[in-house]
């Protein structure tokens, strides 16, 4: 035990410094590949968060499970969606990686890079070889576009829309849309771009709150005369 206890420590200090050849080395030495580091992260998590696909190949060829959740609830597709790493995103799907595994608040890998604006990740997990659900929502009804809309990712609401299918006017939890959410954040440029691909100006909330109200409620008064513009009723 104490031999494997220093090989799972030599491995999470290998993998911490991308270091290919010591991570074989502690890994032919005895090391488990699903080890995790003192802060309870997977050495799978670190390793697809780095991008460093030798070490994640290395790791996944000696047996690590590529959807062990880390202390945090990530997994390590997670981890890479969202530090942008799209080679190792596709290699954790050939691995058997599902890409819509989700953490325990429903949020998925594609939740994660939209939100951090990874565009790349966003493309590798939305395309055909990896086949991730656009539509997926999280505990709270919050799908990939609106995260993107509260985000303000004006590139990313259009690809989400227009190549990838995601629906402009999906009602999440207490019935807000990307709309409402982009407005409640005060972003101009988002609240453009989802009304020119056909957002409902007049949609409700469950507090009857149209996306104008959001905007007034959380201090937002500079997009209101833009909603004003567009159609919406005061």
């Known amino acids: 035990a104490q031999l494997e206890q220093e090989a799972n420590a030599a491995l999470a200090f290998a993998v911490s410094k991308l270091d290919e050849d010591k991570t074989k080395q502690a890994l032919v030495l005895g090391a488990d590949a699903d080890a995790t580091d003192a802060d309870h992260h997977t050495v799978l998590s670190l390793a697809a968060s780095s991008g460093n696909c030798g070490v994640v190949r290395e790791l996944v060829n000696s047996g690590a ?8 609830g990530e997994t390590p597709m997670t981890s ?58 999280d505990v709270s009804g919050k799908t990939p576009l609106m995260a993107a ?26 019935d807000e849309t990307p709309l409402s959410k982009a407005a409640a954040a005060g972003e101009n440029m988002a ?40 159609g919406s009723d005061l």
């Open 65 to 72: 499970n590529v959807e062990n959740l880390s202390g945090n």
């Open 80 to 137: 890479a969606a969202k530090t942008g790493q799209a080679q190792v995103i596709m290699l954790l799907v050939e691995a058997g990686a599902d890409p819509d595994k989700s953490d325990a608040n429903g949020t998925s890998p594609l939740h994660c890079a939209v939100a951090a604006g990874m565009e790349d990740a966003v493309d590798t997990l939305l395309g055909e070889a990896v086949g991730a659900n656009v539509h997926l929502s």
């Open 149 to 174: 809309a509260a985000a303000g990712r004006v590139k990313l609401i259009e690809s989400l829309i227009k190549h990838y299918g995601a629906d402009v006017n999906a009602k999440g939890g207490h």
């Open 191 to 230: 609240i453009d771009t989802l009304l020119k691909y056909g957002a409902e100006i007049a949609s409700l909330n469950t507090d009857g709150e149209t996306a104008l109200m959001s905007a007034a409620k959380h201090g937002h008064t500079t997009v209101i005369p833009q909603l004003i513009k567009a």
